[in-house]
């Protein structure tokens, strides 16, 4: 079944009583699949993005849902998703993403690493070549270097010298099984 999402942690608003209820208007819930996504996955990304503030001073982050296109069996693209609620009102996203962008490194150690999927993500709609990364690329931490906004995830190695970070990641709304 599904979990109403949220897109800003509640948790992450722990300030007083009225911002963490905001966390919980219409506005900042998407369904999102419960089991092996939202409880799991997504639950441990959160936790990627408040590790990062032992890193960086600043961390800014914009998160929304996706509806990605798929290949139909006539090679054209068709965007399909689920609708849920009685009556069916509600259109339930096929992605999610986060772009994070960090600023005023504070903290050079151990930085944190976004969580790993099994299978690894792939590229969404490539336009060429060009705008492909490696897998060591999409698996390696955030730093200053932005990459195709066709990839489903994007990071790359911080260099101490660096005064910000940024990485983009698509993800998809089903379980994902971490890495062994």
Not at 49 to 72: A, F, M, Q, S
Request: with cysteine; charged share 15%.
């Amino acid at each position: 079944g599904f979990d109403r999402g949220h897109l800003t942690p509640a948790s992450n608003h722990r300030a007083s009583q009225e911002v963490m209820d905001q966390t919980f208007l219409l506005s900042n819930i998407s369904p999102q699949v419960g089991v092996g996504f939202n409880r799991h996955y997504w639950a441990r990304f959160e936790q990627f993005t408040r590790d990062l503030l032992n890193h960086w001073n600043d961390v800014y982050i914009c998160t929304g849902p996706l509806w990605i296109p798929e290949k139909g069996d006539d090679n054209k693209y068709y965007v399909k998703y689920e609708v849920i609620g009685d009556p069916p009102k509600v259109a339930v996203p096929t992605h999610f993403y986060k772009v994070i962008l960090t600023t005023n490194k504070k903290n050079t150690q151990n930085s944190p690493q976004p969580p790993p999927t099994s299978p690894p993500n792939q590229p969404l709609l490539q336009h060429n070549k060009e705008s492909s990364t490696s897998s060591q690329q999409q698996n390696s931490t955030m730093n200053n270097s932005i990459s195709s906004p066709y990839i489903s995830s994007s990071s790359h190695d911080v260099d101490s010298s660096q005064q910000f970070g940024l990485g983009a990641f698509v993800i998809p709304n089903k379980p994902i099984s971490p890495k062994t």
